[in-house]
């Protein structure tokens, strides 16, 4: 089977079934080409709010499956690859969070996304990278414990003076792994070139950067923009999305290493395997678990839309 045999089985198949193909922005463009809607975690989240497919395939790691499962408790929703997972999302536990209640109870717990389940029933409300700035300016109460990326809570502290933001050092290794020297050296090598980061990399690359945002606020920042030349410094897939989507301009990786593994799990023979019915991981939830982790999500929407 040729690639483009195959994504066309997965297309008729997936109307056939009527299942519904959520890719986050970061898978490889072979997948993207199958999807119902691509995105960054925000925009799935309200797509998985507002999909009334049977079946739902996300193609991305385990705590976006998790989110659809909590919206649509009723559907089938598969992981494309059952291995993906984030390593940020199993960074802190409930007793942790607990404990960090207990000793600074003035503080409500903003939780980021990529956190697991069972975390989010100890936490008030969620936030994406596309959505923080937002929500916290927005909420009800000045005393935040912002958990688990103290990459992204710093970037979110910079841009919200007025409330008292505390961090815990979590966060992801895939943006974490960029230093402030790669994004000098990348700058000095390309001079014209303006500089797109994810709010997940380190303050001080970010400093550097002419922008800052999620996924898909970079590549709307690229796209939009007159300049002709751009660093990524987010996973090097976007790199090739964005060269695709605007074949006339530059696009450069800020590091070679900006490489999420888990995202990268995922091949269009998963997705195949998934609308055949014989692939992924079936997202299985408690209702008790559902119903204690879904405030935190809806109160996202609810601020965030
Ligand atoms: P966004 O899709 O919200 O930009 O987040 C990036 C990410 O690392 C998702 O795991
Ligand atoms: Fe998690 Fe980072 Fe990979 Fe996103 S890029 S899934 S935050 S490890």
Redesign the pocket.
Known sequence: MTTYEMQQEIIRLKKEKNICILV??YQTHDIWEVADYIG???GLTQQAAKSDADTVIMCG?QFMAETVKMLSPQKRVLLSAPDAG?PMAEQMDRIMIRQMREMMPDYKVVAYI?TTAELKTVCDVCV???SAVKIIRALPYDKILFIPDCNLGSWVKQQVPEKEIKLLQGG?PTHARITEQEAQKAKALHPDALLLV?P?CRPEVTALADYAG??TGIMDYAKKSDAKEFIIGTENSIVQHLQFACPEKRFYPLSKDCICHNMRLTTLGDVYDCVCGRGGKEIVMDDKLIADARHCIDEMLAYGG
Do not use: G, P, R
């Open positions: 986050h922005a960054d975690s925000f790691v984030c990529n994406t990278s596309s992801c994810h997940e999620s996924t």
